[in-house]
């Protein structure tokens, strides 16, 4: 079993549709959960990053995590065209002593159609 | 807003060359890490470093990596002798003592 699975999509909708990209994870121990955007050959940008269980928001932007079920959602509220991207999950452990390292899912693309 | 920084954006070698990979991570960050992507595949992490010394790597950092902090601004990826298959984007990242890591903008690099 994959530590964090994605579906690659992708993932087509229309303007001001309301999305939801999702992972699940297998391993128990991963505290922190993030979403990046990333474009087309360029790098991650962090959007948003959550501890444990719970909702986060900002702006048109919403995270959950639900560690009992190992599966985290990001939802985007009136999607735009420039929302168009590939959106990526990753995780980390972070107990005492732990680096900090992220694994990631294998990324969700989004297109927004106009 | 304070970035992470990398040079070259684009880097050609032939196999068997080395290359030094560059990247600026952010000026008050303590925790540095690399990671690569093969196209079309994750993003996997290759090593962190903290405290001027390495403090994990995975399994696809092998002898023919290093890492170095010549400095307080540079952060340095070495492949001594690359291979067809480290063709990849290379990321740098950084973080401070929160969680948030901050990705540059990648070095695509291509052995030939």
């Known amino acids: 079993q994959k530590e964090v699975e994605q579906d690659p999509g992708p993932l087509s909708v229309p303007e001001g549709a309301i999305v939801s990209l999702n992972c699940t994870y297998s391993n128990s121990a991963f505290q922190y959960f993030m979403w990046y955007r990333q474009y087309s050959r360029k790098g991650p940008e962090l959007l948003m990053y959550t501890y444990s269980s719970g909702n986060k928001e900002d702006g048109r932007f919403t995270a959950q995590v639900d560690k009992s079920s190992k599966y985290i959602s990001l939802f985007i509220r009136d999607s735009q065209p420039s929302d168009s991207a590939t959106y990526l999950c990753a995780m980390s452990e972070f107990l005492r002593g732990n680096t900090g390292k992220l694994i990631f899912g294998q990324g969700t693309t989004l297109q927004v159609k106009p | 807003e304070p970035e992470v920084t990398q040079t070259p954006s684009h880097q050609v070698t032939q196999m068997g060359q080395e290359v030094i990979l560059r990247c600026v991570p952010i000026s008050n960050h303590l925790y540095f890490y690399w990671y690569r992507q093969i196209l079309g595949q994750k993003v996997e992490f290759l090593v962190s470093f903290y405290n001027n010394e390495i403090s994990e790597k995975s399994e696809i950092f092998d002898d023919q990596f290093s890492v170095e902090r010549p400095d307080g601004s540079n952060f340095t990826l070495k492949i001594r002798s690359t291979k067809l298959e480290d063709s990849a984007m290379y990321f740098c990242?950084?973080?401070?003592?929160?969680?948030?890591?901050?990705f540059g903008p990648g070095t695509r690099l291509t052995v030939t």
């Open positions: 990242a950084s973080r401070d003592a929160s969680y948030e890591q901050y």
